[in-house]
């Protein structure tokens, strides 16, 4: 991928910055094209010929009707999500149900830690 135009997240981003790392660790051009703050605008630009990227398989998944081509990248780059709410009040049992059912719809594209052996 060196060298090939790039689609990424912003720099606001903290996976911009872990991509960033792992291509320079491996002597590898970062040629950043453009930048998106959403993975959905990042998959659709490169399904439509604009660059490559590094995305979630969650993300890739909902592209594989318009063409988007998924393929493995190494080493893993991972990254958490987060949910926000009203911190004075707790979640209504609506909300709650919705957090469960990402979740588990989230849990079919994670691949599981490797345990430590030490």
């Not at 950043?32 to 605008?41: H, I, K, N, P």
């Not at 979640?91 to 719809?105: N, P, T, V, W």
Request: glycine share 10%.
């Amino acid at each position: 991928m060196s060298g090939v135009p790039f689609i990424g997240m912003s720099r606001e981003w903290s996976v911009y910055h872990v991509v960033v790392t792992v291509f320079a660790e491996a002597g590898a051009h970062l040629n950043v094209v453009a930048t998106s703050e959403l993975f959905a605008m990042i998959c659709g630009l490169v399904a439509h010929g604009a660059g490559v990227s590094i995305v979630d398989p969650a993300s890739a998944a909902q592209f594989g009707g318009i063409g988007l081509e998924v393929r493995p990248f190494q080493p893993a780059v991972s990254y958490e999500i987060a949910v926000f709410h009203a911190a004075e009040r707790g979640l209504s049992r609506i909300g709650q149900a919705f957090l469960e059912a990402f979740d588990a719809h989230l849990q079919r594209f994670v691949e599981p830690t490797p345990k430590s052996t030490t």
